[in-house]
């Protein structure tokens, strides 16, 4: 059997399960994930190494995690929505992934709709099974409703959570990709650098620890990122768009900021496998989501780019993150 190799698309409404499911295949902790809706902003990709194995040949995977579909009403949203069709141009296979536990709804409608003149195979993804009570009583009649949406390639559903039905779901994948070498080293995990992983680590913290608004009005900026042999210094902002809301972030006494603190740089210390000083400032940056330019400037691949080009001072660029001996596989997951 020939080495298969190829990009596959996560894409489906906020909430599906999207991140869980490329950290579950991947084996790592890639992408922020939170009870809350549009979480991933960016399209990030996890590479997925696989041995030949019964049945199927040995492939290299690269999937795809892209941010929620919806219709946009910031720039922000416009942008994420950007992401999307990006990550959909050109890959060799997308996995839909649908909420099993909720009723269709707009958003998976115009999931589908995007998909339907693209002549990219798609297989229905039902997520999160596990919360189904009924077992195949329940889901049997769902299939059989979802096959009228669409030629769907396959139909397979999964718990991303429990990591039930995976194998199933590698092995389609694997047999849906074309013959190729792998595109990238065998070491390489994500196209996204550590700096910028960091940066996400401190917005789940965020989304975490806040609530209403405050979790869709901040975002997190890496300002310098220097990894010394033991340790690495990293001094990052905050964004908010209201005094209200930066004293919020902040706390009482600078209890709040301290915990995200705390709690982020113990995780960044686990993903880098050394000790990390973390500097969190917080800023007011009124309405930045209404704002294209600053929207643009939160791209981490167009931060690498200013980076690499030596406009930003005091930072240096980290490669995209790689297994390592010093990390250990899954211990953020
Ligand atoms: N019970 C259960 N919960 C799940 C499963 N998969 C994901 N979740 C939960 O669903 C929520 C959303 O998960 P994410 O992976 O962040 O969803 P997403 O599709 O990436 O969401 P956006 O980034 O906002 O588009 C989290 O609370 C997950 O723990 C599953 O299989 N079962
Ligand atoms: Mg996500």
């Known amino acids: 059997m020939p080495f ?14 999207k991140s869980t499911l490329l950290n579950a295949l991947v084996g790592e902790k890639l992408a922020i994930i939170s009870p809350k809706p549009q979480t991933t902003r960016n399209r990030i990709q996890g590479i997925l190494n696989l041995p030949k194995g019964k049945g199927h040949a040995a492939a290299q995977i690269v999937l795809i995690d892209t941010p929620g579909v919806h219709k946009p009403d910031s720039s922000l949203g416009r942008k994420m929505m950007v992401e999307v069709r990006e990550a959909l141009e050109g890959c060799d296979l997308v996995l839909l992934i649908m909420d099993a ?11 589908i709709q995007m998909l339907k003149h693209s002549p990219t195979k798609v297989c229905l993804i039902l997520n999160k099974v596990d919360l189904l009570r009924g077992g195949k009583g329940q889901l049997l009649p769902l299939i059989e409703e979802y096959k009228k949406l669409h030629a769907f390639h396959e139909i397979i559903p999964i718990s991303a959570l429990k990591r039930d039905g995976l194998d199933i779901l590698l092995k389609a994948v694997t047999a849906a990709l074309p013959a190729g070498p792998p595109y990238f080293p065998p070491d390489q995990v994500t196209d996204q ?22 979790p869709y009005a901040t975002t997190v900026i890496v300002d310098a990122f220097e990894e010394g042999a033991r340790l690495t210094r990293i001094s990052a902002t905050i964004y908010c768009e209201r005094e209200g809301q930066k004293g919020i972030l902040i706390g009482k006494k600078g209890q709040m900021l301290k915990r995200i603190g705390t709690s982020a740089r113990l995780q960044i210390e686990r993903m880098l496998g050394m000790k990390v000083f973390l500097e969190l400032y917080v800023k007011v940056q009124p309405n930045w989501r209404e704002s294209r330019a600053f929207v643009e400037e939160l791209d981490w691949r167009r931060q690498l780019e200013n980076l690499t080009d030596g406009r930003v001072e005091r930072a240096e660029p980290s490669s995209p993150r790689k297994t390592g001996k010093k990390k250990k596989r899954g211990v953020l997951s």
């Open 101 to 111: 536990t909720r009723k269709r709804d707009q958003r998976d409608e115009f999931a």
């Open 4 to 17: 298969r190799s190829g990009f596959v698309c996560i894409l489906g409404r906020p909430n599906a399960g």
């Open 193 to 214: 650098p550590s700096r910028f992983m960091s940066a996400e680590i401190i917005r789940e913290r965020v989304l975490m620890e806040t609530e209403e608004e405050l």
